[in-house]
């Protein structure tokens, strides 16, 4: 079994930067798998994520994170204090 733990960790970061957001979570991710493809086929991966995949918590009630609002802040063109 391999646990797929990369990727960005700061949503806000990836709203400021996408090309690296980008490079990161598609680009590496792909290539990863391609090497897990080219060397050992058969195994299972467990790919984790975070509840901004699904855009909120399907499970469990909790509150957003600081940086859901700054980035909504960004995506309305707002400035944050």
Known sequence: VVFNLA?????LNS?????RDLAINAAAQ???LDLIRLHNPG?????A???????SSMYF???????AAA???????????
């Open 7 to 11: 990727g960005e960790i700061s949503h």
């Open 15 to 19: 709203m400021l930067d996408p090309q």
């Open 30 to 32: 792909l290539a990863f």
């Open 43 to 47: 195994v299972t991966v467990v790919y």
């Open 49 to 55: 994520s975070s509840r901004q995949i699904s855009s």
């Open 61 to 67: 009630s909790a509150p957003a994170p600081p940086a």
């Open 71 to 81: 980035s909504r802040a960004i995506r309305r063109g707002e400035t944050m204090p």
